[in-house]
């Protein structure tokens, strides 16, 4: 079996590192920030630009291993490394929002106070480095869960900006310092709500899940009714690489005068044109029974 490598992963590629490095260069200073202004807001987000540094790199570490060619040991070659980078950034945001909500709940229990004009700067600026990394992600992220990972972390680190703008907008206009944890809360949730997306849709494909987009039963129906010589599909498998690549497996029952060859190449062409299917591996049986039994199970 040959499995391809996206031609956009070149591409990919090149996106993450400049990423990575443009936000793990704004962390330094939103650390610095959240420091000298005492603002919860700034340092989660600061926390989260830590781990979205790591996520890119490993991110980027995936897609350049992911290149590597199919060995001996390793048949499907270094792909799956893409899903493994998506689990494993998912897993981070969770705990990323753990401690923001531990750290908000100290300040909401023990309020500190927060220099609401130093904050809203650092944000401002945060918030135009992560529109950037997110435009750069973004663009080609739907279909490939390991850029999905690292722009979802973006995304976050963005809503955590815009939070903190807010919240320094309140603090310097009322005082009111409880807005910081409280808003750092809100992010914290809907940075939970995507990572929780991430964690289910990779570890679907780690347990070798069925694409969800796929339907089995019609594409059985598909095969039989569009192919006159099948008579029967069954045990079929289909599962996941990556997000792109889409394997399966199958056995086809086919009339005993049938034109094997022709058969199999008609099976390929429907499941490529139709399903986007261009990776599987058929077994064709060969159904030894009359036409007289055939018709007959078919009234059944």
């Given at each position: 079996m040959h499995i391809h490598h996206n031609p956009t992963d070149e591409k990919n590629t090149r996106r993450l590192l400049f990423a990575t490095l443009l936000t793990g260069s704004f962390m330094i200073v939103e650390v610095i920030g959240g420091l000298l202004s005492g603002s919860l807001a700034l340092l989660a987000d600061a926390g989260h630009m830590l781990t979205d540094t790591l996520a890119l790199g490993l991110a980027w570490a995936a897609f350049k291993f992911s290149e590597k060619p199919a060995d001996d040991k390793r048949s499907f070659g270094y792909q799956r490394l893409q899903?493994?980078?998506?689990?494993?950034?998912?897993?981070?945001?969770?705990v990323v929002v753990g401690w923001i909500l531990f750290e908000a709940a100290k300040r909401l229990l023990h309020p500190a106070p927060v220099l609401g004009g130093l904050m809203l700067a650092v944000a401002s600026v945060g918030m135009l480095v992560n529109l950037v990394s997110y435009a750069i992600l973004s663009a080609d992220s739907r279909d490939n869960l390991n850029l999905k990972g690292a722009s979802l972390h973006v995304l976050g680190d963005l809503l955590g900006s815009v939070g903190a703008i807010v919240a320094a907008i309140v603090i310097m206009l009322s005082g009111w310092t409880p807005i910081d944890p409280l808003l750092s809360v809100f992010v914290a949730m809907l940075i939970l709500r995507s990572a929780w997306k991430l964690l289910r849709k990779s570890t679907h494909i780690l347990l070798e899940g069925a694409?969800?987009?796929?339907?089995?039963?019609?594409?059985?129906?598909?095969?039989?009714?569009?192919?006159?010589?099948?008579?029967?599909?069954?045990?079929?498998?289909?599962?996941?690489?990556?997000?792109?690549?889409?394997?399966?497996?199958?056995?086809a029952v086919i009339n005993a005068?049938?034109?094997?060859?022709?058969?199999?190449?008609?099976?390929?062409?429907?499941?490529?044109?139709?399903?986007?299917?261009?990776?599987?591996?058929?077994?064709?049986?060969?159904?030894?029974?009359?036409?007289?039994?055939?018709?007959?199970?078919?009234v059944e």
């Open positions: 899903i493994l980078a998506a689990l494993i950034n998912s897993l981070s945001l969770i694409p969800e987009w796929l339907d089995t039963d019609r594409m059985r129906e598909e095969l039989v009714s569009r192919i006159p010589q099948i008579n029967d599909i069954h045990h079929v498998h289909v599962w996941s690489l990556n997000a792109e690549n889409t394997l399966m497996t199958m056995h005068d049938a034109d094997q060859t022709s058969v199999l190449q008609s099976i390929k062409d429907l499941l490529w044109e139709d399903f986007g299917i261009g990776h599987s591996t058929i077994e064709l049986d060969i159904d030894s029974r009359s036409d007289e039994e055939l018709s007959a199970d078919f």
